[in-house]
């Protein structure tokens, strides 16, 4: 085998949605420096014949690759990673909930992004914008206890705080973010589901954000969301990863069979 990186990736065998496969192995590639910017990507000839595909499948990955702002074409020299540009957008794998190790990184991605907003809302939030943060926790509680899973109620709490910053690149973020939330919600929601405890520390958690921003203490917010954060990295470290395979693409059960539901309902521990 060739001493060329790419090369040190085993052939691809199912023809199905190959160009999205063939994607991913280079991305992966890019992204973890193995081909790092301004470095020259194999010819499609090669790469082809490595994968086992046309070249009219290996030209759609290339230009995927290109789309995403991965590669450039220099005409006559072949194609190049690109150094970072404003035009590369932000990714997260729709993945993200395969694995607690992914889930961590979200989570960590979120806790300092949550705690400059739970700060912000303290300080910038309108009356009626802490009212709706209220009434957004408010109706975790309610989704919960009308037979949903809370899910949804869980981050427009979250996204109301964001609004209520005033700073619109945090709301955008936010719905970024959200695509990739439900999935790890869902998730943490189901293992909390095990332990009434659980279930309460989270709730007392999300009060005490609202608390902080209601008496306008940006400080005490800010600590506040910070902990919510750490105390959810804790709460997802002791997740049993047979359980994130087993259990995350499978409906949460709410209760088991003859549990009295809490008096705070289920809350997200994200």
Same mark, same amino acid.
């Given at each position: 085998?060739?001493?060329?990186?790419?090369?040190?990736?085993?052939?691809?065998?199912?023809?199905?949605?190959?160009?999205?496969? %063939?994607?991913? %192995?280079?991305?992966?590639?890019?992204?973890?420096?193995? &081909?790092?910017?301004?470095?020259?990507?194999?010819?499609?000839?090669?790469?082809?014949?490595?994968f086992g595909v046309s070249r009219t499948v290996m030209r759609e990955a290339v230009s995927r690759l290109k789309a995403e702002g991965l590669v450039e074409s220099r005409q006559g020299s072949g194609v190049f990673v690109?150094?970072? =540009?404003?035009?590369?957008?932000?990714?997260?794998?729709?993945?993200? %909930?395969?694995?607690?190790?992914?889930?961590?990184?979200?989570?960590?991605?979120?806790?300092?992004?949550?705690?400059?907003?739970?700060?912000?809302?303290?300080?910038?939030?309108?009356?009626?914008?802490?009212?709706?943060? =209220?009434?957004?926790?408010?109706?975790?509680?309610?989704?919960?206890?009308?037979?949903?899973?809370?899910?949804?109620?869980?981050?427009?709490?979250?996204?109301?705080?964001?609004?209520?910053?005033?700073?619109?690149?945090?709301?955008?973020?936010?719905? &970024?973010?959200?695509?990739?939330?439900?999935?790890?919600?869902?998730?943490?929601?189901?293992?909390?589901?095990?332990?009434?405890?659980?279930?309460?520390?989270?709730?007392?958690?999300?009060?005490?954000? &609202?608390?902080? %921003?209601?008496?306008?203490?940006?400080?005490?917010?800010?600590?506040?969301?910070?902990?919510?954060?750490?105390?959810?990295?804790?709460?997802?470290?002791?997740?049993?990863?047979?359980?994130?395979?087993?259990?995350?693409?499978?409906?949460?059960?709410?209760?088991?069979?003859?549990?009295?539901?809490?008096?705070?309902?289920?809350?997200?521990?994200?």
């Amino acid at each position: 085998m060739s001493d060329n990186p790419l090369f040190q990736v085993a052939p691809l065998e199912a023809a199905a949605k190959m160009p999205e496969r %063939i994607t991913k %192995i280079l991305q992966d590639l890019i992204l973890k420096g193995t &081909y790092p910017p301004k470095s020259r990507l194999p010819s499609e000839g090669e790469m082809a014949q490595h994968f086992g595909v046309s070249r009219t499948v290996m030209r759609e990955a290339v230009s995927r690759l290109k789309a995403e702002g991965l590669v450039e074409s220099r005409q006559g020299s072949g194609v190049f990673v690109r150094e970072a =540009g404003p035009d590369r957008p932000f990714r997260i794998k729709p993945s993200v %909930i395969d694995s607690v190790q992914e889930v961590l990184q979200v989570a960590e991605l979120r806790r300092g992004m949550e705690a400059e907003i739970a700060a912000l809302a303290a300080e910038r939030a309108s009356d009626e914008q802490i009212a709706e943060i =209220g009434a957004r926790l408010a109706a975790i509680d309610g989704d919960v206890a009308a037979g949903g899973d809370g899910v949804a109620a869980d981050i427009e709490f979250h996204r109301s705080i964001a609004r209520a910053t005033g700073n619109p690149h945090f709301l955008a973020l936010w719905d &970024y973010l959200g695509q990739f939330l439900k999935g790890t919600i869902k998730l943490t929601r189901t293992w909390e589901a095990q332990s009434d405890e659980t279930r309460q520390q989270v709730l007392d958690e999300h009060q005490a954000v &609202y608390d902080a %921003i209601l008496r306008r203490d940006a400080n005490a917010a800010r600590e506040a969301a910070r902990k919510h954060m750490e105390m959810s990295s804790h709460r997802i470290r002791n997740i049993d990863p047979d359980f994130v395979a087993v259990k995350a693409t499978k409906p949460m059960r709410r209760r088991a069979a003859g549990a009295k539901p809490l008096s705070g309902g289920a809350s997200e521990n994200l």
